[in-house]
């Protein structure tokens, strides 16, 4: 009577066991993954019908002709990393593959480079409408609050003209040209920050 007591007590204890394997295992890319690998964030690829990217107004400091690069971010260049990750879509929520989107912003002190193209760049969307942005968080400066300027065509169609602004600005309120749309919601990432965005064209 003891051994059999014992074998099932035994057998208890190894099916508990197998029990916090499996659950492990289960839980387990996020737990299993580096940090930095489970802290990246994955763009959505939700789209809503019809819900076109507001415009906001261009400004005084953009300039064409910028350098074709996903990454803005240069050797000893000081800022809070940032990256942003989306897609572009049309209003029916077709991908838009091959859509230019042409960035340039201010630097963590609130400087924009408008003698050279530092902090501006082009890249195009992939083969799954996708693009991604490394930069840096850009400062203030007066009268705004802070914010990354883009330009985004689908092939041979009008350009949209917007902002993306940072939830929890203090200054997001005050700002006339402010959207709550255009929100990037930041997100700690191994080197920084991150945070996803779609853009929606008014296109079919
Ligand atoms: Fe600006």
Redesign the pocket.
């Known amino acids: 009577m003891g051994k059999q007591r014992a074998r099932w007590k035994c057998l208890l204890i190894s099916l508990a066991l197998l029990a916090i394997f499996l659950v492990s295992v289960y839980q387990g890319p996020a737990a299993i993954l580096p940090q930095a690998t489970a802290q990246v964030q994955t763009p959505s690829a939700t789209c809503i019908p019809g819900r076109v990217t507001p415009s906001v107004t261009e400004?005084?400091?953009y300039k064409s002709g910028s350098p074709q690069r996903a990454s803005l971010v240069e050797p000893g260049m000081p800022g809070t990393k940032l990256v942003i990750t989306g897609y572009v879509f049309s209003k029916s929520c077709r991908p838009v593959v091959g859509a230019w989107l042409d960035f340039?912003?201010?630097d963590a002190q609130g400087t924009?480079d408008n003698a050279g193209y530092r902090l501006r760049g082009h890249q195009f969307t992939d083969g799954a409408a996708r693009y991604t942005l490394e930069t840096v968080m850009?400062g203030e400066?007066p009268g705004?609050t802070p914010?990354i300027?883009v330009k985004v065509m689908a092939p041979n169609r009008p350009v949209l003209t917007t902002?993306l602004y940072f939830a929890g600005a203090a200054q997001n309120q005050s700002d006339a040209l402010f959207r709550p749309e255009l929100l990037l919601q930041l997100h700690n990432a191994a080197s920084g920050k991150s945070a996803t965005f779609n853009f929606v064209l008014e296109l079919e």
């Open positions: 400004g005084p400091f340039w912003q201010a924009y850009p400066y705004r914010h300027h902002q």
